[in-house]
């Protein structure tokens, strides 16, 4: 059993906490955070206790550290963490300034525990897909990588002020991405930003609107989700919410299918001796091909509604 500390009972202090609860040999025993009445009732929704950093640090029998809490507390978490030892799992980013990531680089290097900065993205299945199948050459070259990212609407002003804005808390993502699909680092890099929203986003330094490109030997071009390679064949567009978009269909769709055949055969529906056959194999097929995880589809909608791989729409040029 491995007892986790998690430092942050806010938003993704939330989720994270579910995380660590749902895991087999994983107990979260403390939660961190400078809002006592915020920490005090998430650990009590997962039997931890509420507890101080000196607390969760001090404590040896704690493996690992969760650090969901403000950008401007990720660096003196990951060093305190280090010094005692302690697995460490950081939302990015690590720290606004350069020098002090790199100073958490060399402590967590030192003490010799595993650290991970939480950038998901690599393990979105339709981002992944696209990595592999650039890696595998099965689609050419890559000559250019273009990331289009856009949230539902505008984080708090408290937040910005608190954190790395739109560059260093959300960007960072694209960067991350950009870097890991091409396996490549930038030459230079050109960005724009204005603020044509919210003026108190303004009014706190913020930029709203942002494109920024990179030179590799590729270019990126990136203004969150959907991700274009543009090959020596064509392009190849990933798209995580077209994936989500027809798991829910699918399963819908699958409900529906199970709900009639159901409700025929108990009815008893008129039907001739093959028909009703018909019926009861279509259902035994679709009861045994299901996913046991809610949200999945089935085996046999992944040839019509595709798996993850299928998310990635393809456009071909001629090759002469």
């Given at each position: 059993m491995i007892d986790v500390a998690l430092f942050g009972a806010g938003r993704i202090g939330t989720i994270h906490a579910g995380n660590v609860a749902r895991q087999p040999g994983v107990r979260l025993k403390y939660v961190v955070d400078v809002d006592e009445k915020a920490s005090g009732k998430l650990a009590q929704q997962h039997g931890a206790q509420a507890a101080s950093a000196e607390t969760a640090f001090g404590d040896a029998s704690v493996g690992a550290v969760v650090i969901g809490s403000s950008t401007d507390t990720h660096a003196d978490f990951i060093m305190r963490a280090a010094k005692a030892r302690k697995a460490i799992f950081c939302e990015k980013p690590v720290d606004l300034a350069l020098d002090r990531a790199r100073a958490c680089a060399e402590a967590v290097k030192a003490a010799g525990v595993t650290c991970l900065i939480g950038f998901q993205r690599r393990y979105d299945p339709t981002f992944a897909a696209l990595k592999s199948r650039i890696a595998a050459g099965e689609i050419g070259e890559p000559?250019?990588?273009?990331?289009?990212?856009?949230?539902?609407?505008?984080?708090?002003?408290?937040?910005?002020?608190?954190?790395?804005?739109?560059?260093?808390?959300?960007?960072?993502?694209?960067?991350?991405?950009f870097r890991w699909i091409l396996d490549d680092e930038a030459a230079s890099v050109y960005a724009t930003g204005s603020c044509l929203t919210d003026p108190g986003i303004e009014a706190a330094g913020e930029t709203a609107r942002v494109?920024?490109?990179?030179?590799?030997?590729?270019?990126?071009?990136?203004?969150?989700?959907?991700?274009?390679?543009?090959?020596?064949?064509?392009?190849?567009?990933?798209?995580?919410?077209?994936?989500?978009?027809?798991?829910i269909v699918a399963r819908a769709a699958e409900e529906l299918v199970l709900s009639a055949l159901s409700n025929e055969i108990q009815a008893g529906v008129p039907a001739g001796h093959d028909e009703h056959h018909r019926r009861q194999r279509q259902l035994a097929i679709l009861q045994h091909e299901r996913f046991d995880v809610p949200g999945q589809m089935m085996h046999r909608d992944q040839r019509h509604t595709g798996g993850s791989s299928r998310c990635l729409r393809e456009r071909h040029t001629d090759q002469q």
């Amino acid at each position: 059993m491995i007892d986790v500390a998690l430092f942050g009972a806010g938003r993704i202090g939330t989720i994270h906490a579910g995380n660590v609860a749902r895991q087999p040999g994983v107990r979260l025993k403390y939660v961190v955070d400078v809002d006592e009445k915020a920490s005090g009732k998430l650990a009590q929704q997962h039997g931890a206790q509420a507890a101080s950093a000196e607390t969760a640090f001090g404590d040896a029998s704690v493996g690992a550290v969760v650090i969901g809490s403000s950008t401007d507390t990720h660096a003196d978490f990951i060093m305190r963490a280090a010094k005692a030892r302690k697995a460490i799992f950081c939302e990015k980013p690590v720290d606004l300034a350069l020098d002090r990531a790199r100073a958490c680089a060399e402590a967590v290097k030192a003490a010799g525990v595993t650290c991970l900065i939480g950038f998901q993205r690599r393990y979105d299945p339709t981002f992944a897909a696209l990595k592999s199948r650039i890696a595998a050459g099965e689609i050419g070259e890559p000559e250019m990588l273009i990331v289009t990212s856009r949230d539902p609407g505008a984080p708090p002003v408290d937040y910005i002020k608190r954190s790395g804005g739109i560059f260093k808390d959300m960007l960072i993502h694209d960067f991350d991405i950009f870097r890991w699909i091409l396996d490549d680092e930038a030459a230079s890099v050109y960005a724009t930003g204005s603020c044509l929203t919210d003026p108190g986003i303004e009014a706190a330094g913020e930029t709203a609107r942002v494109r920024a490109i990179g030179m590799v030997p590729g270019a990126l071009a990136t203004e969150h989700r959907v991700v274009e390679a543009r090959v020596t064949r064509g392009a190849v567009e990933a798209d995580p919410d077209l994936d989500l978009a027809r798991r829910i269909v699918a399963r819908a769709a699958e409900e529906l299918v199970l709900s009639a055949l159901s409700n025929e055969i108990q009815a008893g529906v008129p039907a001739g001796h093959d028909e009703h056959h018909r019926r009861q194999r279509q259902l035994a097929i679709l009861q045994h091909e299901r996913f046991d995880v809610p949200g999945q589809m089935m085996h046999r909608d992944q040839r019509h509604t595709g798996g993850s791989s299928r998310c990635l729409r393809e456009r071909h040029t001629d090759q002469q």
